[in-house]
Every structure is written in C-alpha cells, then in structure tokens.
C-alpha cells in the first residue's frame, strides 16, 4: 500500500517537474522524507496528507484512498501480561473494529513475533509488563512497522507523560470503554481502511 502511495506522489511531482528536494521545501520536509515516501518505505501521517493534498491541489481521499488501500483486513494486536483483561478488552475492539484482525497476546515476544510476520495498523499496549514495559515494545514494534498507530492502556495515569515521549498515537487509561477506543481511533497518526463500523 505504501508502494501505491508512493507511484501516486512521485507521478504528482514530476507532473510539475519538481525535483524531491524543490517538493521537500514546499512541504516543510526533509528530502528523504519524499524519497522514503516513493520508494514505499514509509507513509505520511494525516498532518502531511492534508499538506501534500492542499500543495498538489488534489482531493485529500484520493491520496487517503491510495495510502490505505489493502485487500486484507487491517491488523490490530492487544498486548497484556494479564491474561483475564485480555479476554475483556478483545471483545470491546472487536465490537468497535469489525472490519479488523484483532489477536491478542500475553508476551511481548510473541507480539514481536507476530509484526514481523504481519503488517499491525494498530498496537494496543500494557505500558507495565514485567520484564518488558510497553514503552520499550512500542519502539521495537515502530522499528518494524513505522505507521504502527500505537495505543497505550495503563492503569497508572502517570505513566501518561512517558508514553507521549513516544510515537505513540493515544493513551487510554483502565479499565477500556468503547467510547474511549473511539475516540483513540479518530486521532491516530496513520490512516487504517476497513477499520470501524458504522455503529462506531
């Protein structure tokens, strides 16, 4: 999906005869920002959709739509040493995002496991886990994937200024309530299709 979004920007410049750096001066980037965005390396975030939409003069859905296209459900993981909340939280997302893949896990091991061999939209994370915090899987599951939208869960709101230091997309404190993970959704960095239901 990336690669797609990547044709479509590099067909969008070169239709202006732009050079990567002239388009990365317009957009208040660096050049390997554009270069990382053709070649289907990386996707811009929602902020830097709407700028390249208002520079090119283009509806933002057409860009949206090229960003996000993927034939296979969006993938979204919960990660939770406690098993019982597991069990509670996977039938709250699953009622909220029908259209996704939700698999949860106790280990963060497995968890890493599982993105490299899967592309995650979204990564809910415990931020304590014993050995391993979820501040410290958020930075190896980014490493992985960077448009990862990743959502902490803590029942410490402390932990709320740490988490930001992050690239984390939200924070939901326990104990999870629908509202909350929709409100979540509506402000992640990186746009997932085929995500929320209509009674969202």
Same mark, same amino acid.
């Given at each position: 999906? @990336?690669?797609?979004?990547?044709?479509?920007?590099?067909?969008?410049?070169? #239709?202006?005869?732009?050079?990567?750096?002239?388009?990365?001066?317009?957009?208040?980037?660096?050049?390997?920002? %554009? @270069?990382? +965005?053709?070649?289907?390396?990386?996707?811009?975030?929602?902020?830097?959709?709407?700028?390249?939409?208002?520079?090119?003069?283009?509806?933002?859905?057409?860009?949206?739509?090229? @960003?996000?296209?993927?034939?296979?459900?969006?993938?979204?993981? !919960?990660?939770?040493?406690?098993? !019982?909340?597991?069990?509670?939280?996977?039938? %709250?997302?699953?009622?909220?995002?029908?259209?996704?893949? !939700?698999?949860?896990?106790?280990?963060?091991?497995?968890?890493?496991?599982?993105?490299?061999?899967?592309?995650?939209?979204?990564?809910? =994370? /415990? !931020?304590?886990?014993?050995?391993?915090?979820?501040?410290?899987?958020?930075?190896?599951? $980014?490493? %992985?994937?960077?448009?990862?939208?990743?959502?902490?869960?803590?029942?410490?709101? /402390?932990?709320?200024?740490?988490? +930001?230091?992050?690239?984390?997309?939200?924070?939901?404190?326990?104990?999870?309530?629908?509202?909350?993970?929709? =409100?979540?959704?509506?402000?992640?960095?990186?746009?997932?299709?085929?995500? $929320?239901? #209509?009674?969202?």
């Amino acid at each position: 999906m @990336a690669i797609a979004f990547g044709d479509t920007l590099k067909s969008l410049r070169t #239709e202006k005869n732009m050079s990567q750096q002239q388009l990365a001066d317009k957009l208040f980037v660096n050049r390997s920002s %554009i @270069a990382n +965005w053709e070649n289907g390396r990386r996707l811009p975030d929602l902020v830097l959709l709407h700028r390249i939409a208002t520079f090119f003069n283009v509806d933002i859905s057409t860009l949206t739509d090229v @960003a996000i296209q993927d034939q296979s459900p969006p993938e979204v993981i !919960i990660v939770d040493d406690e098993t !019982i909340l597991l069990a509670g939280v996977i039938p %709250i997302l699953s009622e909220v995002m029908p259209g996704a893949t !939700i698999t949860g896990f106790s280990k963060p091991s497995e968890a890493i496991s599982y993105a490299k061999k899967n592309r995650v939209s979204i990564a809910f =994370l /415990d !931020i304590e886990m014993g050995k391993t915090s979820g501040l410290e899987l958020c930075n190896t599951l $980014m490493e %992985i994937n960077p448009t990862t939208n990743v959502i902490f869960l803590t029942s410490y709101p /402390d932990y709320a200024v740490r988490a +930001w230091e992050t690239t984390a997309s939200g924070f939901v404190a326990k104990p999870l309530h629908k509202e909350d993970v929709v =409100l979540q959704l509506q402000k992640m960095r990186y746009p997932v299709a085929g995500l $929320m239901g #209509e009674t969202t």
